[in-house]
């Protein structure tokens, strides 16, 4: 199953709204997953199952989608949030990534 | 609390070999499926393998079939990813995932959860 991402890339102010979408090649219902990535440091999980907020994520962060489409959402962008996202597939055993959003100073 | 510390990388030959080794702390190592994903320099992403508990069940990425293997010490709270001949293109930093599942509306996904801070390989002649 392919992933593919978008923007590539995109530029924000904080407290602006931002919002990352996530395609896949083929139905994979809800096994969707978000990552959040820093420069020198291991991925973050954010959302699981499409819409799961993980326990100590900050409620800015939403997910929603089912199918083939998904979108992460970023209510107001903080500081902290400057990163690069992924998203990731888990509905086939050979389990694929996004190749990512990053996130930056507009 | 949940830690994994990959060691075992370094700089290596192409066809060279080498073989990562995950330790894990903070839970029950045997009861949960563990993974490798790697990410080469400025790069995404990349799934690598997944083993299961009791390490029944094992899958790999196309790019790496036939030249990596997955194995895990659950007396040791070890995960371990044997590699041989080695390419450039599997240069890159090489994580450990722990794997964990929740029902959700009647589904039951998987997730890593957690993920060690990565060993370094380097395939360089």
């Known amino acids: 199953i392919q992933m593919t991402q978008s923007p590539s890339s995109l530029s924000a102010s904080v407290g602006d709204r931002v919002i990352i979408t996530c395609r896949a090649s083929q139905s994979i219902s809800n096994y969707l997953n978000w990552y959040q990535q820093k420069p020198g440091k291991a991925p973050k999980l954010l959302i699981y199952a499409a819409s799961s907020l993980q326990s100590g994520v900050p409620s800015r962060f939403s997910g929603s989608g089912s199918g083939t489409d998904f979108t992460l959402t970023i209510s107001s962008l903080q500081p902290d949030d400057y990163a690069t996202y992924y998203c990731?597939?888990?509905?086939?055993?050979?389990?694929?990534f996004g190749p990512g959003t990053t996130v930056d100073v507009k | 609390e949940v830690q994994l510390v990959e060691s075992g990388g370094g700089l290596v030959k192409p066809g060279g070999s080498l073989r990562l080794s995950c330790a894990a702390s903070?839970?029950?190592?045997?009861?949960?499926?563990m993974n490798w994903v790697r990410q080469a320099p400025g790069k995404g992403l990349e799934w690598v393998s997944s083993?299961?508990?009791?390490?029944?069940?094992?899958f790999y990425a196309d790019s790496v079939e036939g030249r990596f293997t997955i194995s895990r010490d659950d007396a040791k709270n070890s995960l371990f990813l044997q590699i041989i001949g080695l390419r450039t293109e599997d240069t890159g930093l090489y994580y450990c995932?722990?794997?964990?599942?929740?029902?959700?509306?009647?589904?039951?996904?998987?997730?890593?959860?957690?993920w060690g801070q990565g060993t370094l390989v380097t395939v360089s002649s």
């Open positions: 083993i299961s508990s009791r390490g029944s069940h094992i």
């Open positions: 990731h597939q888990s509905y086939t055993t050979l389990f694929t």
């Open positions: 995932a722990r794997m964990s599942s929740r029902s959700v509306g009647g589904t039951y996904p998987y997730f890593f959860d957690f």
């Open positions: 903070g839970f029950t190592f045997a009861s949960y499926d």
